[in-house]
Nanobody, 124 residues
Framework: QLQLVESGGGLVQAGGSLRLSCAASGRTFSNSTMSWFRQAPGKEREFVAGILRSGHYTYYADSVKGRFTISRDNAKNTVALQMNSLKPEDTAVYYC?????????????????WGQGTQVTVSS
């Protein structure tokens, strides 16, 4: 089982950038699909971005496409989310998640390992 720890959240002005990182412990990282989700107060957890095992295939929610970039380093067991042109509606707790089956996945129920979350706040 993977253990995931996020870092890099904070407060930023609209239009700014942040880079989130997720460090994984466990031998199954390179075989796992990795994703970022977010949850704003009073809202359901939503998919943000995903990356398959090799790192060559990425996919995004329409709301972040063109602004966010997901990447991974299988040698270092890390996955990152570069967030540019941030908007106030991007404010949420961001979670790193792993699907150990390595499939294309974007529903929270498909992910068996989760980090504790990191807060991102975008001021207007």
């Amino acid at each position: 089982q993977l253990q995931l720890v996020e870092s890099g959240g904070g407060l930023v002005q609209a239009g700014g950038s942040l880079r989130l990182s997720c460090a994984a412990s466990g031998r199954t990282f390179s075989n796992s699909t990795m994703s970022w989700f977010r949850q704003a107060p009073g809202k359901e957890r939503e998919f943000v971005a995903g990356i398959l095992r090799s790192g060559h295939y990425t996919y995004y929610a329409d709301s972040v496409k063109g602004r966010f970039t997901i990447s991974r380093d299988n040698a270092k067991n890390t996955v990152a989310l570069q967030m540019n042109s941030l908007k106030p509606e991007d404010t949420a707790v961001y979670y790193c998640a792993a699907d150990l089956s390595g499939r294309y996945a974007s529903a929270p129920r498909q992910f068996g390992a989760w980090g504790q979350g990191t807060q991102v706040t975008v001021s207007s």
